[in-house]
């Protein structure tokens, strides 16, 4: 089965990239990178599907992810997104906020080798996109979108001692539109009880949004620590 998702993770980052180049090819993009705070916070749980096989399982996630970002728009430069419409020399501030809840089917815990392992998921999520934009000649915009999206996620950890794990995880999730994440994070797992892990790490985190017509699109890129807590069953 790992194979299969390996695969098809790799059909998805392909198609992925291809449907996002055609798209912005012919769309007015706005780019939000290096953002001057950022927050991220996740709660996660799962339980088997039967007792027979406590590695084929149901995961529920929820994260939130947070930003703010002051961008200098160079002159003679243009930012094109529905009404807000200006050319540099300017200034953009931006404050966002993305939450998603995925539930999704998958295995966890196949050997790569003596104390590797690795999970695959997949399944649908609801991510609630916002954003306010100003810019300090005095535009203002916002968006308030709510969609479901296709959701995979990966991992591949290292059992360091029998409470603490080390890995590597990525998501991906896309709509019809080509909205969605690209998460990719490195994280460390502390289990002080059966039911509970305290997770952290650090996380790159994008979030590409299109309107439905293809027409314009704001991408928001953040990255930095993380902390949120996993209580598997």
């Known amino acids: 089965m790992e194979l299969s998702f390996v695969r098809f993770s790799r059909l998805l ?18 780019n939000l990178e290096g953002s001057d705070s950022t927050s991220f916070t996740e709660l996660r749980t799962s339980f088997p599907v039967s007792k027979q096989d406590e590695s084929q399982r149901i995961k ?10 002051g961008q200098d728009i160079a002159d003679g430069k243009v930012v094109d997104f529905e009404d ?20 999704s089917y998958g295995r966890v815990g ?3 080798r003596e104390n590797f392992f690795m ?10 996109f916002e954003i306010d934009m100003e810019s300090a000649s005095g535009l203002t915009t916002g968006v308030r979108k709510k969609s479901f ?13 029998p409470y603490l794990t080390a890995g590597l995880e990525a998501a991906f999730s896309r709509n019809l ?4 994440i690209t998460e990719w994070g490195a994280i460390l797992k502390f289990r002080p009880s059966k039911h509970m892990e305290i ?20 991408i928001v890129e953040l990255n930095g620590p993380f902390i949120g807590l996993d209580l598997p069953f």
Not at 84 to 103: C, E, H, K, N
């Open 60 to 69: 529920i996630r929820v994260t939130q992810t947070e930003g703010e970002f």
């Open 177 to 180: 539109s080509l909205s969605g």
């Open 119 to 128: 999970s695959a998921f997949a399944g649908i999520s609801r991510t609630n």
């Open 149 to 161: 999206e296709v959701y995979v996620d990966l991992g591949v950890y290292h059992l360091l001692l």
């Open 110 to 112: 196949d050997a790569l």
């Open 199 to 218: 997770i952290g790490g650090y996380r790159w985190f994008k979030y590409d949004y299109f309107t439905t017509d293809y027409d314009s699109g704001i």
């Open 13 to 30: 980052l392909l198609s992925q990239s291809l449907l996002l180049l055609s798209a912005c090819s012919s769309t007015n993009v706005v």
């Open 84 to 103: 807000f419409q200006l050319t540099g020399p300017d200034q953009v501030r931006a404050v966002t906020d993305v939450t998603t809840a995925s539930i």
